[in-house]
């Protein structure tokens, strides 16, 4: 059974960067993204990564703050977001799944993963 190890989330203040951490158990999948869900919001897709790590899409709202890094041989995903901002605070959740990375002009969100991690919170702090 696959299961999704999320580390990094927590308590960041308005500006810091914020890393969060992905760890596959078993699988080798296509595609790995980040969703995220602001409270009392839908949940969106921050970004997707492709299975070279070399394609990635993101939000429009975390477009040019998120970077996205894929270690196939370890089967991690890591996003990295610079200048967080309050309107970021969210329970941030990983995924992985055999679909492959929609293309523009789809958005990251039309992604449909196979398997999620349990979420990690991130509040960020004006």
């Known amino acids: 059974q696959v299961q999704l190890a999320e580390s990094g989330g927590g308590l960041v203040q308005a500006g810091d960067p914020l890393r969060l951490t992905c760890t596959a158990s078993?699988?080798?999948?296509?595609?790995m993204g980040w969703f995220r869900q602001p409270p009392w919001k839908e949940r969106e897709c921050g970004g997707v990564i492709s299975w070279s790590g070399s394609v990635s899409y993101f939000a429009e709202s975390v477009k040019g703050r998120a970077t996205l890094s894929r270690d196939v041989a370890r089967n991690t995903v890591a996003l990295q977001m610079n200048s967080l901002k309050p309107e970021d605070t969210a329970v941030y959740y990983c995924?992985?799944?055999?679909?492959?990375?929609?293309?523009?002009?789809?958005?990251?969100?039309?992604?449909?993963?196979?398997?999620w991690g349990q979420g990690t919170q991130v509040t960020v702090s004006s």
């Open positions: 995924a992985v799944g055999q679909e492959g990375i929609p293309e523009p002009p789809k958005p990251p969100s039309s992604w449909r993963p196979d398997y």
């Open positions: 078993v699988g080798t999948f296509t595609t």
